[in-house]
């Protein structure tokens, strides 16, 4: 499918390819300027994470997003990982009080300061043996507060006196009882002070929290004598005392006083903000503390104070690989006087050595773009009013871009209409992950439906192909299987990822293995419909029962994780099969159902109860899709309607087919747009995981270093991130032929289409699988040249060893090269090893203290 960018680029005398790539260069260049120059004395965000942010979701106060870093949201078990055994000690006045009950809620969010004596302190013990106590002193001036100035450890290590986190916080009441300023000064300073003896330092993290900007007019009398210019007076001080000098170890979270501007209404008495500012307030804290210490693996979303992991040995093998070994052979081919004969049988064949350093390039960008600090990375956030623009915006392109076919009629579900199909259908899930939109019930259930007419295209794709081609072998598993998976298990094993989290990939992987095992077990007896349909049943019945039930997942897990060092979770993988059991069995007996009607000649035969038939499977199609809509809105949640999902998802499904192909012109019209999506659309469903989104899908990428422009963001990275699937895609098809040994003279990749309606009826609708050979005994030139290279280098090797080498290299590297099963065991192996080796992930050495 032609770029849809070459007629802008054709009318300016610009490639296509050119425009791209200098796009990109320019992006990264930007990006290195704000990363050297501009981020040279905040690398890491902590002083963007305790003085900058903006709310992103206006005046509902949800969502605050500090500049160029994720704000992570702790769950009780992080929280009670990062202060496992230690202290956290709050100690000041009514907003320290508010502050400490906010980090409570981040543990238990039942914990309330209701029916609590205002004035008094409180210590609680949670889960892991992590004491949280909240001191009542607001003039800093209690016996408390001289032991925390004065405290040494009493435990050898410390570990357990020492508070993890101290937060101080006064200055109101200075203010409210006319106490002169210096008095306030004072205590500032002596906490400075404290902070500075690195040895004996009186906590981890010392914070000492801004004095809170009051809304005058809100002011009970009492605290009338607390004014605006005094407080900003004392916070003045505060962040100057603080720059001044850098070995001041002191935290001061400004953030909190920007936070409430502009949000008078979330305070009653012009002092205490409602509960939502506080836990985010203590969000911040807990980010500041806690990102650096945890143990650091995927999802990357802990961006704010923390410095991303070095890549582990393993990581550097891919990048070097990726970078260096293709292009090096592309040298030497172009070089071929200067270079040794026996050079080139450690390269692949020349036709893959350039699709091998785009693959790998664009590897290497992604894992740039999500596992190091050269691009920003902010939070989603949902916009109706955007998602719905987005979605008309891509409609009407999509309806621009149609285009007649000059063959006719396509048939039904043929192969521009199943990429049309995949297109649109991936451009509304782009759109949905990206302004996180799974919150909204009306939004994801529709969605779903997406994910399962995919599923439904895969039943119907790989049953036709195995009824008609009846071509069960090897050749076949491997070249679907390879095409499925290449990018995946690349990006999870550079990306220090799982497998299973990429779940669009292994699960249509997974059902094509029961779709393979459901037509070759009885194949012989495949032409019967009666053992045909009854095969198709049972396979749902023993498919249901192992998923449905959790014991029998589970040990099979048990088993995986144990020989294979893998991390899967049965209950999860469950969720995910069975949210869409039975729709893949629906697209087989759609595809058994259309091919007999085209083998018994139904229609031709009776044309007027067919016209019949069509006008009501219109009407009821109109009517399923009306049902459908209005059942799905009128779900209380989306977890009450995945109930009812894999029951009525096939009924969209199929009236949406109905529909689509209703009339000759309807099946003759498709949108170039969407079909160039269609083509990549397994790419762009893997790559977003790391690039246009990133933090594994819980963030976006932001390529410009002015973050707050969203919009221009959204369109540059967009376009570099359409630009890295497509070639991602054509290169991948163009690799499996390599890895599947089957050579050609011309890769064609992902843009290979059928020449014909017969072709297309046999098409594979997801993923586009150039077909394999149903033998694996054909060697090219390519593989003779490198036998006679081998043999040339055994020929230096002594006589008296040579034989018995000669015999294991001869029958190694011609099995390798002829015996696609003997090639598939290696390069299962070699996963296989991979994964014993990999390293795990090991705790953070330390932690990264905040910059002023």
């Given at each position: 499918?032609?770029?849809?960018?070459?007629?802008?680029?054709?009318?300016?005398?610009?490639?296509?390819?050119?425009f791209h790539c200098s796009l990109l260069a320019i992006l990264l260049a930007l990006s290195s300027y704000r990363l050297l120059l501009l981020d040279r004395e905040d690398p890491?965000?902590?002083h963007a994470l305790l003085r900058t942010g903006r709310w992103l979701d206006g005046t509902h106060y949800q969502n605050w997003q500090p500049?160029?870093?994720?704000?992570?949201?702790?769950?009780?078990?992080?929280?009670?990982?990062?202060?496992?055994?230690?202290?956290?000690?709050?100690?000041?006045?009514?907003?320290?009080?508010?502050?400490?009950?906010?980090?409570?809620?981040?543990?238990?969010?039942?914990?309330?300061?209701?029916?609590?004596?205002?004035?008094?302190?409180?210590?609680?013990?949670?889960?892991?043996?992590?004491?949280w106590a909240f001191y009542w002193d607001p003039f800093l001036n209690t016996s408390n507060w001289n032991h925390i100035l004065s405290d040494s450890p009493i435990a050898p290590t410390g570990k357990l006196h020492k508070p993890a986190l101290l937060v101080v916080g006064s200055g109101l009441w200075f203010l409210r009882h006319t106490v002169p300023l210096e008095a306030w000064r004072a205590k500032a300073d002596k906490l400075f002070e404290a902070s500075l003896d690195r040895q004996n330092i009186i906590a981890d993290e010392i914070v000492f929290l801004p004095v809170e900007m009051p809304v005058i007019e809100k002011l009970s009398s009492e605290r009338r004598n607390i004014k605006l210019e005094h407080v900003i007076q004392m916070n003045t001080y505060a962040l100057q005392k603080l720059d001044s000098d850098p070995a001041y170890q002191i935290a001061i979270p400004s953030v909190n006083n920007l936070m409430t501007v502009g949000a008078e209404a979330e305070t009653t008495d012009g002092l205490h903000y409602s509960e939502k500012f506080m836990s985010m307030q203590a969000r911040v804290l807990l980010n500041m503390r806690c990102n650096d210490v945890l143990v650091k693996?995927?999802?990357?979303?802990?961006?704010?104070?923390?410095?991303?992991?070095?890549?582990?040995?393993?990581?550097?093998?891919?990048?070097i690989v990726l970078l260096v070994w293709a292009p090096i052979g592309l040298y030497l081919d172009q070089h071929p006087s200067t270079t040794p004969s026996n050079w080139t049988r450690f390269f692949p064949p020349s036709i893959y050595l350039m699709p091998l350093t785009v693959f790998g390039y664009s590897i290497v960008l992604i894992f740039l773009a999500d596992r190091t600090s050269l691009f920003t990375k902010e939070q989603k956030q949902f916009d109706g009013w955007i998602f719905a623009l987005l979605n008309l915006l891509a409609l009407a392109v999509g309806v621009v871009t149609y285009q007649v076919s000059d063959k006719g009629d396509l048939g039904l579900l043929n192969r521009e209409q199943t990429d049309e199909w995949k297109g649109w259908m991936q451009l509304a899930i782009l759109i949905y992950h990206y302004l996180s939109a799974s919150k909204i019930s009306g939004i994801y259930n529709p969605i779903r439906i997406c994910v399962a007419a995919y599923l439904f295209m895969t039943g119907y794709g790989h049953f036709t192909f195995f009824y008609k081609k009846k071509d069960f072998g090897l050749a076949r598993i491997v070249g679907v299987m390879v095409r499925l998976n290449l990018l995946t298990l690349v990006l999870a094993y550079i990306m220090d990822t799982d497998y299973l989290s990429y779940y669009f990939s292994p699960l249509v992987s997974m059902w094509f293995m029961i779709i393979w095992v459901t037509m070759?077990?009885?194949?012989?007896?495949?032409?019967?419909?009666?053992?045909?349909?009854?095969?198709?049943?049972?396979?749902?019945?023993?498919?249901?029962?192992?998923?449905?039930?959790?014991?029998?997942?589970k040990m099979v897990f048990a088993i995986f994780n144990r020989i294979f060092q893998t991390e899967w979770f049965a209950n999860e993988w469950a969720f995910r099969v069975t949210l869409d059991m039975y729709i893949v069995y629906w697209g087989m007996l759609a595809a058994l159902a259309y091919i007999k009607v085209k083998e018994f000649k139904l229609i031709e035969r009776n044309p007027e109860t067919w016209k019949k038939t069509l006008r009501a499977s219109i009407i009821l199609s109109f009517l399923g899709v009306l049902f459908f809509f209005w059942f799905e809105l009128s779900q209380p949640s989306k977890l009450v309607y995945n109930h009812f999902h894999p029951y009525i998802s096939i009924i969209p499904i199929a009236s949406f087919i109905v529909l689509r192909n209703s009339t000759a012109f309807l099946r003759s019209v498709n949108s170039r747009m969407f079909m160039f999506f269609g083509q990549c659309s397994l790419e762009t469903f893997i790559i977003q995981f790391h690039f246009w989104l990133v933090a594994d899908t819980k963030g976006i990428l932001i390529m410009i270093p002015w973050g707050r422009w969203r919009a221009l963001n959204f369109i540059l990275s967009s376009l570099v991130f359409v630009f890295i699937s497509n070639h991602v895609a054509v290169k991948t098809g163009q690799l499996t032929e390599w890895i599947c040994n089957k050579q050609s003279s011309k890769p064609k990749g992902n843009n290979h289409r059928p020449t014909n309606t017969t072709q297309a009826s046999d098409y594979i609708p997801l993923p586009t699988i150039n077909n394999q050979p149903t033998t694996s005994s054909v060697m090219s030139e390519e593989v003779d040249h490198v036998k006679e290279e081998a043999e040339r280098t055994l020929m230096a090797v002594p006589s008296a060893d040579r034989g018995r080498m000669g015999e294991v290299w001869g029958w190694t590297t011609e099995a390798f090269d002829k015996k696609l099963w003997f090639r598939v065991l290696v390069l299962l192996g070699g996963l296989w090893l991979l994964n014993l080796l990999y390293p795990s992930h090991a705790a953070s050495t330390g932690h990264i203290l905040p910059t002023h």
């Open positions: 499918m032609p770029n849809l960018f070459e007629s802008f680029t054709h009318s300016t005398g610009i490639k296509s390819v050119n890491y965000h902590c500049d160029g870093c994720m704000l992570h949201s702790y769950k009780p078990k992080e929280v009670t990982e990062c202060f496992r055994g230690r202290r956290v000690v709050f100690i000041g006045d009514s907003v320290t009080r508010g502050l400490y009950y906010g980090a409570l809620r981040s543990v238990n969010t039942s914990i309330t300061q209701e029916d609590q004596p205002k004035h008094s302190d409180r210590v609680l013990q949670t889960a892991g043996g992590v004491e693996k995927f999802p990357f979303d802990k961006t704010c104070c923390s410095e991303y992991p070095k890549p582990n040995w393993i990581q550097w093998l891919f990048i070759y077990v009885g194949h012989q007896w495949n032409d019967r419909l009666d053992v045909l349909i009854l095969k198709i049943v049972g396979s749902a019945a023993l498919t249901t029962m192992f998923f449905k039930s959790e014991t029998p997942l």
